[in-house]
């Protein structure tokens, strides 16, 4: 089926540092999707991202974060500068349209913030 | 804020017994999806499910929109069914992000 690959599946950096998660959305789908997972607790929304704009965010988008999908190549997240507690997994996602039924998730990035 | 609850957390299964998977929500939903994680993997949508009963082989899952709550059914439950099962739902407040469950993580042996 329909894949979203996300690259690095592991990135280690030193608190302070800028980090930049790369997605390769399923090539037709047009919504973008980060979301956040701390180790043992919940996955949790931060951002949605339509036709080069962040369509809804959550408290936990904060300032240092940044979205973008520059002429349809990898959509990003930008952490800048990182803090320990960015220290998660993050998961993207895209789909076609707003239906949840179509949304594909990748195999997320473990980002260490030491 | 909204809450989604999911139990049991943790489950362990003998190859071909049946589990019964529990998420409720503390306010209204308009829809309901269950998603597999395997360890260290990606989420795999398994049902959207706004109402009602939907089947997928040896997985069913039931909806009651006006209780809150959502269940997955897992019949003849197989080792390959090992993993984290998780329910989520739209926010109340509209768009389109995904308030998740807590997760149940089934481990089933042959």
């Known amino acids: 089926g329909p894949k979203v690959l996300q690259i690095p599946s592991h990135q280690i950096i030193d608190m302070g540092q800028m980090v930049t998660l790369n997605c390769d959305p399923v090539s037709n789908h047009l919504y973008f999707y980060w979301y956040k997972q701390i180790l043992g607790q919940q996955m949790e929304f931060l951002v949605n991202?339509?036709?080069?704009?962040?369509?809804?965010k959550s408290k936990l988008f904060k300032d240092q974060f940044s979205v973008e999908r520059p002429d349809g190549s990898y959509f990003t997240l930008k952490i800048q500068p990182t803090a320990l507690e960015d220290s998660a997994v993050y998961f993207c996602?895209?789909?076609?349209?707003?239906?949840?039924?179509?949304?594909?998730f990748g195999a997320g990035t473990r980002l260490s913030v030491l | 804020g909204q809450q989604v609850q999911q139990s049991p957390a943790s489950l362990v299964l003998q190859e071909g017994e049946n589990a019964e998977l529990q998420c409720n929500f503390s306010?209204?939903?308009?829809?309901m999806q269950w998603f597999y994680q395997r360890p260290g993997g990606s989420l795999v949508s398994l049902f959207y499910?706004?109402?009602g009963t939907k089947h997928s082989g040896r997985l069913t899952s039931t909806t009651v929109i006006k209780e809150r709550r959502s269940s997955l059914h897992i019949s003849s439950s197989q080792t390959t069914d090992s993993g984290t099962y998780l329910c989520?739902?739209?926010?109340?407040?509209?768009?389109?992000?995904?308030?998740f469950g807590t997760g149940t993580t089934v481990s089933v042996s042959p």
């Open positions: 306010t209204s939903l308009n829809s």
């Open positions: 499910n706004p109402s």
């Open positions: 989520a739902s739209p926010s109340y407040q509209g768009g389109r992000a995904l308030i």
């Open positions: 996602a895209s789909s076609r349209d707003w239906g949840q039924n179509t949304l594909y």
């Open positions: 991202f339509y036709n080069g704009k962040v369509m809804e």
